[in-house]
């Protein structure tokens, strides 16, 4: 089964997660960049990014090329941001055609539920939410054991 992760990562710990879930599955990665960046730092960071996140915005991302059609799985991966997704994820789902696909959710979050991110983004993709997630905390600047363990067992069960 041939895998992206596609994944967008303000502070590193979504890229952190996503590069080694990529490297335990063999998969790809696509990092999402936003044509105008988001602040990340101080003040401007959470209300400028909650903002968008609140306002379901689609913001522009920098062009990538990626032939989708020869991926059977795609793992989305996102911040948490006022507790769903952040929206550069919306602008991918968005402008992709995704029927057919498997597909799998990690959410990295300072401590918040993922919960609701993970029922937002399988209701913008129109399906169950019975799919693998995984929620990590602050994986790369609070480094833990038990993460690298999480993150096997959530491999785990996409190889079966
Ligand atoms: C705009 C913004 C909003 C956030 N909202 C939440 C939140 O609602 N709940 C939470 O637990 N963490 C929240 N966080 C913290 C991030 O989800 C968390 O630090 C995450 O690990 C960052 O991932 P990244 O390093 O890939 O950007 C927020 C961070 C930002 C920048």
């Known amino acids: 089964m041939k895998t992206l992760i596609v994944h967008y990562s303000l502070e590193g710990n979504t890229a952190w997660t996503s590069e080694r879930i990529a490297q335990e599955l063999g998969a790809d990665t696509l990092r999402l960049i936003p044509k105008k960046a988001y ?9 400028w990014g909650g ?12 062009p990538y090329s990626i032939d989708l059609n020869s991926y059977d799985r795609i793992i ?5 941001w ?6 550069p994820l ?3 789902i968005r ?8 597909f799998a959710f990690v959410m990295c979050s300072a401590g918040g539920s993922a919960d609701k991110a993970f ?5 913008l993709l129109g399906i169950a939410e019975n799919v693998p997630t995984l929620h990590l905390i602050d994986p790369k600047s609070r480094p833990d054991a038990e ?10 069960k996409l190889h079966a």
């Open 147 to 156: 993460n690298d363990r999480k993150i096997k067992e959530f491999c785990q």
């Open 82 to 87: 006022a507790g769903t997704f952040a929206p």
């Open 90 to 92: 919306r602008t991918f």
């Open 51 to 62: 903002k968008s996140a609140k306002m379901k915005e689609s913001p522009e991302l920098e």
């Open 95 to 102: 402008s992709e055609k995704l029927a057919g696909k498997q």
């Open 39 to 47: 602040p990340d730092k101080g003040f401007a960071k959470f209300f």
């Open 76 to 80: 989305l991966a996102s911040p948490v």
């Open 119 to 123: 029922a937002g983004l399988a209701q």
